[in-house]
């Protein structure tokens, strides 16, 4: 086997997605037929399915730099060729957002849900306009569609949590045996932690490379942990004794 192909796929973080995405695909087929048409369990599969592919395609463009170069040149990028920003920023900077708002929409009671509709039409409008005026192109880093699409996840992780304090339903149950609890949480604490690090990352690693790597890694830490809440989401319905069945679902239906 090609070194280099065997180096760019043996990074620790891509190793650890790939290995949540076969614990996943393994459960979701356990799951009933009934289980597999809801949202609660085909969406979370869904986005770890969609990440672990982007994560391991920009592996493999990190090992093919010809198709690097390629995508780069088509987008107008003759400057930088070595970098595959252009498939981050469309894949969990755009669809990873609107991923991840529509999940916790799925959450949400029915007067809430349009906020969610609201913010994912703004959040498209405001992607499309800043990237084709070239305020923003695909292949630079975009930090006002980034903290945009960060700003609108912990704003929905929000309306989750009022709701969690304020919902007869909600106070009648364990958080800590709800799944849509840890899954809020790691979100909530995952995009923060990238928002943060996203405005600090360029300038940690000019004065500080040590402190900037190892903030880096522990971002990656986070995802994980992300993508492994939404593995044990899609289990979740083979281990009844951990955790309780939803109380939004209890008052409204499946």
Do not use: H
């Not at 393994?26 to 399915?49: E, M, S």
């Not at 699409?149 to 009648?172: H, K, R, V, W």
Request: glycine fraction near 6%; aromatic fraction near 18%; charge should be positive.
């Amino acid at each position: 086997m090609d070194s280099k192909l065997l180096q760019a796929f043996s990074d620790w973080f891509t190793i650890s997605t790939n290995l949540l995405l076969i614990i996943g695909v393994v459960f979701f087929i356990k799951l009933p037929k009934g289980k597999r048409a809801n949202i609660q369990y085909w969406l979370p599969f869904l986005i770890l399915t969609f990440t672990v592919f982007y994560e391991n395609f920009g592996a493999y463009t990190n090992y093919n730099y010809d198709l690097k170069k390629a995508v780069n040149a088509y987008l107008g990028n003759t400057e930088y060729p070595k970098f595959n920003l252009w498939l981050f920023n469309i894949a969990r900077r755009q669809v990873g957002v609107i991923l991840y708002l529509l999940l916790i929409k799925t959450w949400l009671p029915p007067s809430k849900k349009k906020y969610i509709n609201w913010m994912i039409i703004v959040f498209i409008s405001m992607a499309c306009a800043l990237q084709f005026s070239g305020i923003e192109p695909l292949y630079y880093n975009q930090p006002i569609i980034f903290a945009l699409g960060a700003n609108l996840i912990l704003i929905g992780s929000g309306l989750y949590f009022i709701g969690m304090i304020t919902q007869d339903q909600f106070l009648e149950s364990n958080p800590l045996r709800l799944v849509s609890f840890w899954q809020m949480t790691v979100i909530m604490f995952t995009f923060s932690l990238n928002y943060i690090s996203s405005v600090a990352l360029l300038y940690l690693f000019a004065v500080n490379p040590v402190l900037g790597s190892s903030l880096q890694q522990f971002s990656s830490f986070m995802w994980i942990c992300t993508l492994g809440v939404l593995t044990v989401t899609i289990a979740s319905p083979l281990i009844p004794k951990v955790f309780e069945k939803e109380p939004f679902y209890k008052s409204y239906g499946p």
